[in-house]
């Protein structure tokens, strides 16, 4: 009787490689578990810590409101009790929407929808406590077929705005790219992994698997939805300026280039680029959403009555050149152009 070795050894290496693919799902659900249940477990305890305490903190932040150096520290607490109900509401309703709706067809678009009205919300909540005004110019570039979208990033409170001034108005889908940091806020680490997003690792220990990841979620991506990175990486702030220039020298020409932004990567958002079979590219420049990076800025009444601007343009995919580094600079270049007329016009603030 002949021994077939190669049949053998392939027989074993298959139950290797599926026992390494079950143990490798194993760690991550885990580690999914883990996370989630420090996550919850933290916004649990800081609502039952906070909402018996409101009716003698409220007042008491309110007296000391009126010092002219906190004169919005109460405008900040109410906002915290607002997002800890938003974010307490939305992982209920996520719950119960895996627990009844898991199995039928239209789960996800009422993940979808659970996704919107915590966004939507928390953009209303900002708007009417610290009595913000939004203008949004380039409207006609929101329309159009899907597409990249690449707004710069100044705050976690602008990741909302692409969702209600772009994905909502246009009533489509809008697909993230992420930093796996965020994971740590319930309600995003819960809708976004259930919807067809990605949350990226930025240390550089895997990079390819990183940007292959990005084509997948690419070439997925069906025509009727959009597509969403931020080119920055992070949120613009001048330590970050600054830090770059200690760390590396050589970006010193491109950070005075552009003195509001941060210079863009080159690794997700060319490989985006690289890849795009056809859908247009469309640039979100807004201004206004820096004073929410900044707790001083959110307690001592500077981000009060703020005009947020917003501009979209559009570059159709015809009209993108093979010189795709050269292309996302001169971009960014737009980008800056356009915040120096918003600074130019934005309305002073009114306290």
């Known amino acids: 009787m002949r021994f077939d070795i190669l049949g053998a050894l392939s027989s074993e290496t298959f139950w290797i490689d599926q026992n390494a693919e079950l143990s490798n799902m194993n760690i991550s659900q885990f580690k999914t578990f883990q996370r989630r249940l420090t996550s919850i477990s933290v916004l649990v305890l800081l609502t039952l810590i906070f909402l018996p305490l409101s009716p003698f903190l409220i007042p008491a932040v309110f007296l000391i409101s009126k010092i002219s150096r906190y004169s919005s520290l109460i405008h900040a607490l109410l906002f915290f009790y607002g997002y800890l109900f938003f974010e307490c509401m939305g992982v209920l309703a996520l719950t119960k929407n895996w627990l009844i709706d898991r199995k039928e067809k239209d789960f996800l678009i009422k993940t979808k929808n659970i996704q919107n009205w915590w966004s939507s919300g928390l ?90 990841s990005i084509v997948t979620l690419l070439e997925n991506t069906p025509d009727g939805e959009s597509l969403l990175i931020y080119p920055e990486g992070t949120r613009s702030s001048q330590s970050k300026r600054d830090s770059i220039r200690r760390k590396n020298p050589t970006m010193n020409s491109l950070l005075e280039r552009w003195p509001s932004l941060l210079p863009p990567r080159t690794g997700g958002p060319l490989t985006l680029l690289e890849t795009n079979a056809g859908k247009d590219v469309v640039f979100m420049a807004h201004l206004g959403f820096e004073g929410s990076a900044n707790l001083e800025d959110l307690i001592n009444g500077s981000w009060l009555n703020q005009t947020i601007l917003m501009h979209f343009w559009r570059v159709p995919f015809a009209q993108i050149p093979e010189d795709k580094k050269t292309f996302l600079y001169q971009q960014w270049d737009a980008m800056q152009r356009q915040l120096n007329r918003m600074q130019y016009d934005q309305p002073t603030s009114s306290q």
């Open 123 to 212: 953009l209303k909540l900002g708007k009417s406590i610290y009595k913000l005004e939004f203008q949004v110019s380039g409207e006609e570039s929101i329309c159009g077929p899907s597409a990249i979208l690449m707004p710069r990033h100044t705050s976690l409170g602008d990741t909302v705005l692409p969702i209600v001034f772009f994905g909502q108005k246009r009533n489509e889908g809008l697909r993230y790219i992420l930093k796996k940091e965020l994971l740590m806020l319930p309600c995003l680490d819960i809708a976004g992994n259930r919807l067809p997003n990605l949350f990226i690792d930025r240390s550089g220990q895997d990079t390819s698997r990183e940007l292959n």
